[in-house]
């Protein structure tokens, strides 16, 4: 309560209604597997597209494993299928595992090239062995990351003007690189009248000087020099143009372009370093450039100025064909090609195929992998590892089945998750049979066959493991009609067949041991046609049924966190009862809870009759919560009998 000493009028906000549940998103995923590029080890912002898919984790080509080279890379295909059947939001979490201990899979380069290039030994000390050269490697592991990079030298416009009185210049920042050049250099002038420096800006003498270095010296030129063989003056037919550079990544055909930065390393714009290495630093400061940028720029331990960097760019195009750089930057008629070094990067790999190891993840202080990385994500409900099990029955078998126990553990310590399980490429209904045997859990949901897709380039017919199509119809069931309702006699957008075509009576045998089946249906197309756990326990049988616990339960832990160390009596037992009954009801209204009156669907109760002394001594709150969710018509039944002419009822 506010005090009040002076006299006056007084006005307040104040609430006068109960705090309110919003019902949290259902349809968020988590897949996890290898992929052709991007981060591992750090989670890239919520990917809403294929197209975002594919910028920061390469395409569909083939993955070349050390162990399994031309392996389907199934994780672009279940991110295809998942957006193609209605999926909204998804995270990815790369999974990578080196070919052997002293080969990282990261793609490297050196300008000037050395045959002797060292490309596993660290950024460190590689700038350390080639100390006048500059670096530079994909910024992730992969195959895609051997890719061409281009650097062009750009000359902008004259910058130099004047007032008759002095000299000004538009648009220099601190340590720009600047041609600096005499048309008509007057007479005593020092050497280096058409040459490269740097732009300094001295406090001292409010005055700009176009040095060699970062140090002062004797032949510094100034904008507004006293003496005149040190001075910069349109009079004297001066020209002053600043140099930048474009990188060009060419990445197997995606091209990315960044124009006209500075080769300064210590470059400023606006008080922020912008300079190419910047730019392309190893620990971007926003973690977006570290995400999207696909190669890392580590000049050597010497290079310290923007002339020295473009110095060992000129060397690199030099010991390429003997042609100089400067010379073209110098000619008026130049062209891109002309002005311009390139470098291919060299020796990526995909690595081996991941482990369990590999998708269990670890936390470490610099990054979290695998399934760990999706345990600081909340707004996850589905979690699935597309292709893990391919080749369960072979020699891939154990760490097969140990990723399939990995995902639904993971679902299980997540409590509000639940795992889509792939069967097995090719499997016998005796095998997923097997499988299913092997695992009890409510938190986990298992489906057969694989799905029979054409390829988007080939147009081939391909076998897919579901648990794309099957994340992308939880989704779209969701956000069409409500989590409460069961995914099943869905469409399958994506499907042209199925890996085995199932009918009634082979299905009659997979079901009630919860194998969800995929079907065809004359006149109703391929559709999912189960929606069952694989639980022993009757009570959690459904996928709906566990899916909107999770959502009633996370719903009411995210809109309930306010009650935390508020006064434990009677007004906050009332606010807790109102802002819950008024969640469910309106669950009830959208007809997901079971009941003709909201007293039949729903009991919620925080009074004395839920908590002891003891329970109010030691800062508990205890509210009981009982729900009647809506359970699918699984088995719809008609009985039908003769009727008779002369029978009334």
């Not at 069931?477 to 199932?502: C, H, I, Q, T, W």
């Not at 030691?618 to 039908?640: D, Q, S, T």
Request: charged share 25%.
């Amino acid at each position: 309560m506010p005090r009040y000493q002076l006299p006056g009028v007084y006005v307040e906000e104040t609430s006068s209604r109960a705090k309110s549940i919003e019902g949290v998103a259902t349809n968020t995923t988590g897949f996890v597997g290898p992929a052709r590029y991007g981060p591992v080890g750090r989670l890239q912002e919520r990917v809403t597209s294929l197209t975002e898919f594919e910028r920061i984790y390469g395409d569909k080509s083939l993955l070349a494993f050390a162990d399994q080279p031309n392996s389907q890379n199934y994780l672009w295909h279940a991110v295809r299928n998942f957006f193609d059947e209605g999926g909204q939001r998804l995270y990815i979490s790369r999974v990578f595992k080196p070919g052997d201990s002293a080969d990282d899979g990261i793609a490297r380069g050196l300008l000037p090239a050395s045959s002797g290039l060292m490309s596993h030994i660290g950024d460190d000390l590689l700038a350390a062995a080639y100390p006048d050269s500059i670096l530079v490697r994909a910024r992730f592991p992969g195959v895609a990351g051997n890719i061409r990079v281009r650097f062009t030298l750009r000359r902008g416009p004259n910058i130099l003007t004047s007032d008759r009185r002095k000299s000004m210049v538009h648009g220099l920042n601190e340590n720009d690189v600047v041609w600096l050049r005499y048309t008509a250099p007057p007479v005593g002038s020092l050497p280096g009248s058409d040459e490269l420096r740097i732009a300094k800006f001295d406090h001292d003498r409010a005055e700009w000087r176009f040095a060699r270095s970062n140090a002062d010296t004797a032949d510094d030129q100034w904008l507004n020099g006293v003496d005149p063989t040190h001075r910069v003056h349109p009079e004297n037919g001066c020209e002053i143009r600043i140099v930048t550079v474009d990188v060009i990544v060419d990445q197997g055909g995606h091209v990315e372009a960044w124009n006209n930065l500075s080769s300064h390393p210590r470059h400023l714009q606006r008080a922020t370093f912008d300079s190419i290495v910047d730019q392309f630093a190893p620990d971007p400061k926003h973690p977006r450039v570290a995400d999207t940028s696909p190669i890392v720029i580590v000049p050597g331990n010497i290079i310290d100025t923007g002339l020295q960097f473009i110095d060992a760019l000129v060397r690199g195009r030099r010991a390429q064909d003997g042609h100089e750089l400067l010379d073209q930057l110098r000619a008026p008629g130049s062209s891109d090609d002309e002005r311009s070094v390139e470098l291919r990067l060299e020796n990526g790999n995909d690595g081996a195929k991941p482990t369990a190891n590999e998708y269990r993840g670890e936390n470490t202080e610099s990054s979290k992998t695998g399934l760990v990385a999706f345990e600081t994500l909340e707004d996850i409900s589905i979690v699935a590892a597309p292709g893990a099990v391919f080749d369960l029955n072979g020699t891939y078998g154990v760490e097969a089945q140990s990723i399939v126990q990995l995902l639904i553990s993971h679902a299980e310590h997540m409590k509000y998750r639940i795992a889509v399980l792939d069967s097995v490429n090719g499997q016998t209904i005796d095998g997923v049979l097997n499988m299913r045997s092997r695992h009890d859990s409510s938190y986990a949901a298992l489906y057969y066959p694989w799905v029979i897709a054409l390829d988007p380039v080939t147009g081939a017919k391909i076998p897919l493991p579901p648990s794309g199509f099957v994340a992308g119809i939880y989704a779209r069931n969701d956000l069409e009609r409500g989590v409460y309702k069961a995914p099943a006699s869905e469409v399958v957008r994506g499907a042209v067949g199925f890996e085995m075509m199932l009918n009634k009576a082979q299905q009659d045998g997979l079901n009630p041991e919860g194998v969800n089946c995929f079907r065809f249906f004359e006149g109703s197309g391929f559709r999912l046609w189960g929606a069952r756990t694989i639980t022993s326990d009757p009570e959690w049988k459904y996928v709906n049924l566990r899916r909107y616990f999770a959502y009633i339960e996370r719903s009411i832990d995210k809109g309930t966190q306010w009650t935390v160390f508020e006064p434990n009596g009677e007004t906050l037992w009332a606010s807790v009862r109102r802002a819950v009954e008024d969640f469910l009801l309106s669950e009830w209204r959208n007809g997901a809870l079971f009941g003709d009156k909201p007293e039949e669907a729903f009991l919620v109760k925080c009074d004395r009759t839920t908590m002891t002394q003891d329970d109010l001594d030691n800062g508990r709150l205890i509210c009981l919560i009982g729900v009647a969710p809506v359970k699918p018509a699984e088995f719809v039944i008609f009985r039908i009998g003769q009727w008779t002419a002369d029978r009334n009822s």
